[in-house]
């Protein structure tokens, strides 16, 4: 079942998806099934163990459900030095 996913991309994400934001209707059951689509997509986002995923403004793990209406944030590598 489809369901209508608000995805805010930030930094290197941002640039590769040619957007900060985009309303999908997918049929996703978690944020993992979500990233993995969304590769598909855009194709340059880095391996998910490496990056941070929040759901409705909270950090959350990768296995976390997804229901209609939630917006997911999705954060990539930071550097430090």
């Not at 598909?40 to 296995?63: P, Q």
């Amino acid at each position: 079942m489809s369901k209508s996913i608000t995805v805010r991309y930030f930094a290197l994400f941002r640039e590769n998806a040619g957007t900060s934001e985009e309303k999908l209707s997918l049929d996703v059951a978690t944020a993992a099934d979500l990233y993995e689509q969304l590769q598909h997509r855009h194709g340059s986002l880095d391996a998910r163990a490496h990056c941070k995923v929040a759901i409705n403004d909270e950090m959350s793990a990768w296995d976390a459900p997804l229901a209609d209406g939630d917006v997911v944030l999705l954060f990539p590598p930071v550097a430090g030095g």
